[in-house]
């Protein structure tokens, strides 16, 4: 076989394949959102779940998981942003840098299930704070939080060093030089992972399980010491447990394009704000 | 007045400066020459302590200006700087106006209210000789300058806040002829005013805008005397080589 | 003017020391969870090896004086039914639980509040030479010729090598992880299997093949298959996949191992291919030029240069890929079906670990044996991913330096 006969063989077959993950997207997506599309109504996205799930609507999960997306990022986001600056324009090239890096990595690859885990262990139990808002916006905090850390230090490295150097030659402290310069510039990049941190954690199911998600509540949350309902939990429930498997079915696959919706706007989002860089 | 003793300096374990001692005169300009790597510009960043950004790096001597050693602990470092400006080899405006470029510095350092801030900028400006072509665009971005009016726009920046010596690193190497000879028009009429150091690899633009000159070579100081005199009758063989081009 | 300055020299110095402690917060974070996840867990190993609150009685003449937990449940399941099985005479062994007491006593030869109980069970067991109670603490037998088994706890080949997970079998439940452990890496593999070859090729295309407009059209959608969340997965291959699965292999249930390896090696695709395409995209210009102006054809110089160049950057998207196949949970939950057995093929039910914790962690009482094991369980899968994601970064690290 002669060596272009090979090339065109691997190439088409790599082409190929191109096609087929993209086609794997766009069948979920297409199954997901042809069946999904027809049960989504205002009614859909404003009423509580009736009839056992098998009617009605799916706002206290969209309220819960709003929350949750709130109350998750209100400790992630702050944090998460400090730690890049203090490991980009504190912290040196030394070996607490790697060691930082190293962790913010590890920390990154947990699986979401080891996340739930610690927090019904820590925030659940031994706090006591109970199956409620804050200890789910807490395990989801810290499940995002390396990804804040993450684009928030990319975003500060991309800024570039003459602009500090010219800051500081004029007698600006280094706070000073970080506050007017370079988170200022950094901004548009930093709110893109704040930006797809929300996609990420209304997506998590595995750190709500035991931390705050309830099968049914008949109510609103009130407070953070709830209990709440949460649309991927929602989802779980409908396609797994429930009364009558398929009934709930097109309510599940509302629900599912509700999150593939959430996804796909935060991510156009996203995109939007990192080129205007 | 500057005056340097017997300055050694190293990154890690390169020795950049090799015991370096001069005295530059008030209200002058000097300017540093010498081939690539000589450590001219790293001899210019002791002057304002901008070296101490640089991690693994180690200063032995005095520096002292007016008389006071800028390496003593007690000094603030952002007041030496706010009274040692810097303009660098490539312009570096901040991503903000033109009038909040050239009123930085100013604000950083808690230099007076609005209105003195707004005629010091417009001040400046025209120090720069920049005014007339920005005063109907203060508030556009300083991007929208070309290279030469942006490089001005820095010197604005730094005579904003009315430090007494100018330190410039190669500030015209990245521009077009033009802009140059504005810059050294610029330098000229700035010397009855500030104390002004120039590091340039333009032999010809040391030899128009200074009074006096250093060639360094390898972290040495050579030669370190009267620009016409340099030029004209230079001392040493290695300064007489480097000025007729027979290398560097 | 002054004072303001002191003010903010201070403020400052707070600032300063707020941001080196939130340096350290993911370091501080990840010692946490490793210490809660193993003192939490670690308590096993202590634990008796029989349900709370009860304990096993025989006849003292029997020898046997203690049994594990595979023991106890092969007598409760009747698969063994001698005594002689486990050294001691050749006596059928007679289980007996507590609501076997009416067979031998009326309740009102019990007292009122059951306070005889004690004293009856005591005389069963006196009578029954290969009787085994499976009695609660409260009513422990009394007499002479009782014999309280000793419990051994929980011990360490049990829980690691132990082949049954059956945490909720009275009187001993059993917690042999072999089974979630094979099951893990057996969907794992079977991801890899698929995905590795199909998401390097597309890393080739994009990196190599594809023109700017492809590329710009693509990585979106990569990213956007990467933020697709699990249980949207789990969802889409209860629904499709399985399904499918069934039908094309004539199986009883379409939840299988295969399932599961289908689905993960979609939800490994994007990080593959995402970190294998940067890899390869940094392959020197000049080094691509020199072997095309040596006569070699693109696709030799992707195998015989750009590869090899990228070696560090490809393993680490595999070894990444892996981590987040094994850490997966609630698309696998869905779609695997849950039998936490040792697997035999991929055409059959499996559970993996992190499927097991989500599963069973809302049943286990808190500070009990099953959900000490959990933790255990959840302990080992960190330091599975805790082992991947300082490999993937030496391995990176190997090229750069």
Sequence with gaps: MNKKVSQNIAFFIFKFFGVLVIGILFSIIGFIGYNGIQVISWEFLTEFPKEGMTSGGIFPAIVGTFYLVVGSLIFAFPLGVMSAIYTTEY?????????IRIMTNNLASIPSIVFGLFGMALFVNKLNFGDSILAGSLTLGLLVLPLIIRTSEEALLAVPQSYREGSLALGATKLQTIRRIVLPAAFGNIITGLILSIGRVSGETAPILFTVAAYFLPKLPSGIFDQAMALPYHLYVLATSGTDLEASRPMAYGTALVLILIVLIMNLIAS?????L | MIEAKNI??????????????????????????????????????IFNRMNDLIKDTQMEGECLINGQNIYDKSINIDNLRKDVGMVFQKPNPFPKSIFENVAYGLRVNNMGDKKFIEQRVEESLKDAALWDEVKDKLNKSAYELSGGQQQRLCIARALAVKPSIILMDEPASALDPISTSKIEELIHNLKNQYTIVIVTHNMQQAARVSDNTGFFMLGELIEYSNTKKMFLNPEKETTQNYITGRFG | MHKQKIHRRILDKITEKLLTLSGAL????IVFISV?????????????????GYALYVNSENRIDNLSPEETKQIFDAEVTSWKAFGGEDVAINVFRLDAIFNFYSENELGENYELLPEKLGEVISREKGIIAFLPNEYAPQGLQVRKLETATVTLEDYFLGTDWIPTATPAPLFGVLPLVL???LVSFGAMIIALPLGLGVAIYLSELAGNRERKLMKPLVELLAGIPSVVYGFFGLVIVA????????????????????????????TIISVAEDAMRNTPLGMREASLALGAT???TIYKVVIPYAKSGISAAIVLGIGRAIGETMAVLMVTGNAAVMPTSFFESVRTIPATIAAELGEAPAGGAHYQALFLLGAILFVFTLIISVSAELISKKRHS
């Design chain 3, 26 to 29: 993911t370091s501080i974070i």
């Design chain 3, 298 to 300: 693109k696709w030799q």
């Design chain 2, 8 to 45: 050694d300096f190293y990154y890690g374990n390169f020795q950049a400066l090799k015991n370096i001692s001069m005295k530059i005169e008030p209200k002058t300009v000097t300017a540093f020459i010498g081939p690539s790597g000589c450590g001219k510009s790293t001899f210019l960043r």
């Design chain 3, 243 to 270: 399904p499918l699965v069934q039908k094309a292999f004539n199986l009883p249930v379409g939840e299988t191992a295969l399932t599961g390896s289908i689905i993960l090696a979609i939800m490994a695709l994007p």
């Design chain 1, 91 to 99: 912290a040196g090239k030394g070996w607490i840098v790697r060691i």
């Design chain 3, 36 to 52: 809660f996840l193993f003192t939490e867990g670690i308590g096993l190993f202590n634990t008796p090896d029989i349900e709370e």
């Design chain 3, 183 to 185: 099951g893990t890496l």
């Design chain 1, 272 to 276: 939007f704000f990192r080129k205007k």
